[in-house]
């Protein structure tokens, strides 16, 4: 989901809340080239937020030509893959009658916090596109949850009951490409839970296609240790039950 610009907004406006990447000053120089650059090549991106620009900058190492590129990228696909600004629950049908996605609770900084059960996701006739669709339904719901300045979510996911049945490769690449190329600097940290040992294969497979910067956002925890490393990121009052915490799981087109 691209936010939108305040009609008071002007190009690098100070009023930009205050990020934690250490590069705050240099972006801010860069905001002003690179919305003039990509408003001459897509007019659409008048309409981006200032903040949205600097996460394609921080996706891309500040390097102001490539963040552009991303950025009039995600724009095209954005109209092509959703072409009505958002996306429906009947275009979702296998992919929400698998009841493996919710959202509820946040972490100790107000980002939201989803949960996977990637043992319930299975290969259905609604193909890669469906599973797609159904990502980028995640992303706007988890969006839409996010509390003013703040930019990122967490993520745990539980491979409880996993087994090659579930093995989908061409999803789990698909995910990547979307969360790497399309909606960076999103994801402030994925758990992966109750991993068994037939996932080291899958693993070991679709490692190579994560980037540096999402690999160093990816947590393997310990299930001796598990309750007490979310408890780090995570109050007890916002941890869903099944991990020892006070709130049921909410199916996400619930929220």
């Known amino acids: 989901?691209?936010?939108?610009?305040?009609?008071?907004?002007?190009?690098?406006?100070?009023?930009?809340?205050?990020?934690?990447?250490?590069?705050?000053?240099?972006?801010?120089?860069?905001?002003?080239?690179?919305?003039?650059?990509v408003e001459t090549q897509?007019?659409?991106?008048?309409?981006?937020?200032?903040?949205?620009?600097?996460?394609?900058?921080r996706a891309r190492d500040l390097d102001l030509e490539k963040a552009s590129g991303m950025l009039l990228k995600y724009?095209?696909?954005?109209?092509?893959?959703?072409?009505?600004?958002?996306?429906?629950?009947?275009?979702?049908?296998?992919?929400?009658?698998?009841?493996?996605?919710?959202?509820?609770?946040?972490?100790?900084?107000?980002?939201?916090?989803?949960?996977?059960?990637a043992g319930r996701h299975f290969q259905h006739k609604g193909g890669v596109d469906e599973f797609k669709r159904f990502i980028v339904y995640i992303f706007d719901k988890i969006f839409a949850r996010m509390p003013p300045g703040e930019?990122?979510?967490?993520?745990?996911?539980?491979?409880?009951?996993?087994?090659?049945?579930?093995?989908?490769i061409r999803a789990y690449l698909a995910a990547l490409s979307l969360v790497q190329d399309y909606f960076p600097e999103r994801l402030e940290k994925l758990f992966i839970v109750h991993a068994p040992y037939i996932f080291t294969a899958a693993w070991k497979i679709v490692y190579p296609f994560i980037d540096m910067k999402t690999r160093n956002k990816i947590v393997f925890v310990e299930n001796k240790?598990?309750?007490?490393?979310?408890?780090e990121e995570?109050?007890?009052?916002?941890?869903?039950?099944?991990?020892?915490?006070?709130?049921?799981?909410?199916?996400?087109q619930d929220t």
Do not use: H
């Open 42 to 57: 897509d007019p659409s991106s008048k309409e981006v937020e200032d903040l949205t620009l600097r996460r394609f900058l």
């Open 234 to 252: 995570i109050e007890e009052s916002q941890l869903p039950e099944t991990y020892g915490g006070q709130l049921p799981l909410i199916p996400i």
């Open 75 to 117: 724009l095209k696909w954005r109209r092509s893959f959703v072409p009505n600004g958002f996306i429906s629950t009947s275009e979702l049908k296998n992919e929400i009658q698998q009841k493996k996605m919710f959202l509820q609770g946040s972490d100790k900084k107000g980002r939201p916090l989803g949960v996977l059960l």
């Open 151 to 168: 930019e990122k979510f967490i993520v745990i996911g539980d491979l409880e009951g996993w087994g090659y049945a579930n093995f989908d």
């Open 1 to 37: 989901m691209i936010m939108k610009k305040s009609e008071n907004m002007s190009c690098g406006n100070k009023s930009q809340e205050q990020d934690s990447s250490g590069n705050n000053e240099i972006e801010k120089t860069k905001i002003c080239p690179m919305r003039t650059f």
């Open 225 to 231: 240790k598990l309750k007490s490393t979310l408890l």
